[in-house]
């Protein structure tokens, strides 16, 4: 079979010349397959896709998708995420969604979830859940991310918040699964005690296994997370590695208290939902953002990256995951400085490319949009 995957080789280089010149497009696959995709519906140019089964409410603002990915999805491992692909109005957008299921779920049956919390007044997560039934399909990515357990030998210590459980939930079913044997605890927090997703399971889950200690923590009775809390249901933390996945509010303050309890930070892995919070009182001076395709001019409103400061006017760039991991929303910046939050770092003032969902105007900037 002819190579036109690796993009170093003349033959890649000879396909896409053709199929430019042919089709006015990169991939002549890409060019047919709306064309292709109303007939045979998991059919995919460059993606995969995958069949609704089942959409599950599991609380008044989560639901899951349970999804039936075609066969030649090559699986995943407890801890990583999917991009999830779907038609709205015309326009395709993508968003990422954390693996709740066990790979067992999908090695056994083919299916997969996705545990999804409809962000207030967001466009896509509330849509979601009206929008796709049991005779929809979407596309999907690969699973991405390195949120996994890094070493299997070393007892594990879980932090989550609300929605953040998603990850760990894909863990613990894998644990009850195949029986593993490594120590873990869990401190999963939530306002309410009745807030907790998926009580039951994990109190079930930790009933049937010695080695791990769940702990669900109402907030509002017993406040937030705090070193006495983890010296109480976890005495020896410094033996751990430690994870942690929740609102950016918690994961920044559990992270500062973590390393005020002298925990190496070479021990302790972050999974964020959204880009980190930018601390506005650090950057050198507000921001003005010119929109130079559009002719439209912005103030930077308090905490605003560029993706959102666009959509705020009107204007609609083409975007994904909303984390800096997809560059789908890449964007070239003419002129000014921008605040990058994924690298923690200033661009040059003059042209690149930026990330328009991690970049934070410092300063005048514009921008080709």
């Not at 959409?55 to 699986?75: A, D, F, I, M, Q």
């Amino acid at each position: 079979m002819l190579n036109t995957q690796n993009k170093n080789t003349w033959l890649y280089k000879a396909y896409t010349e053709f199929s430019m010149a042919l089709v006015n497009n990169a991939n002549i696959k890409s060019y047919v397959e709306p064309l292709i995709q109303p007939l045979f519906p998991l059919w995919s140019a460059n993606d995969y896709r995958a069949q609704v089964e089942q959409v599950r409410s599991e609380s008044k603002n989560c639901y899951t998708l349970v999804l039936k990915p075609t066969k030649k999805w090559p699986g995943f491992q407890p801890g990583q995420y999917v991009e999830l692909q779907v038609i709205k109005n015309g326009a395709k957008v993508s968003r990422c969604f954390s693996i709740s299921s066990a790979p067992e779920l999908y090695t056994q049956f083919g299916r997969i979830e996705l545990t999804i919390r409809a962000q207030n007044k967001g466009r896509i997560t509330p849509w979601l859940q009206q929008a796709l039934n049991e005779s929809s399909t979407v596309g999907l990515s690969a699973a991405q991310g390195d949120f996994i357990i890094k070493d299997r030998s070393r007892p594990i210590l879980m932090i989550a918040g609300g929605s953040g459980i998603t990850p760990f939930r894909s863990y613990l079913h894998s644990q009850a699964h195949t029986a593993l044997t490594q120590k873990a605890s869990l401190l999963y927090y939530t306002r309410y005690q009745n807030e907790h997703l998926f009580k039951q399971e994990l109190n079930r889950i930790s009933d049937g296994n010695k080695n791990l200690n769940t702990h669900l923590i109402s907030t509002a009775e017993m406040g937030h997370f705090s070193l006495k809390q983890m010296k109480q249901q976890c005495p020896d933390y410094l033996d751990y590695d430690i994870y942690i996945c929740g609102p950016n509010s918690m994961i920044v303050e559990v992270n500062k208290l973590l390393l005020k309890a002298k925990v190496n930070e070479n021990n302790i892995y972050i999974e964020r939902f959204g880009p980190a919070p930018v601390d506005f009182s650090k950057l050198k001076k507000a921001g003005t953002v010119n929109f130079s395709q559009s002719r439209k001019s912005a103030k930077l409103g308090s905490n605003t990256n560029l993706l959102d400061l666009a959509e705020n006017n009107g204007l609609q760039p083409e975007s994904g995951c909303r984390m800096g991991i997809c560059h789908k929303c890449s964007c070239r910046k003419k002129s000014g400085v921008v605040y990058n939050t994924l690298t923690d770092s200033y661009s040059d003032t003059g042209q690149e490319d930026i990330q328009l969902c991690v970049s934070v105007p410092v300063g005048e900037v514009t921008i080709e949009l």
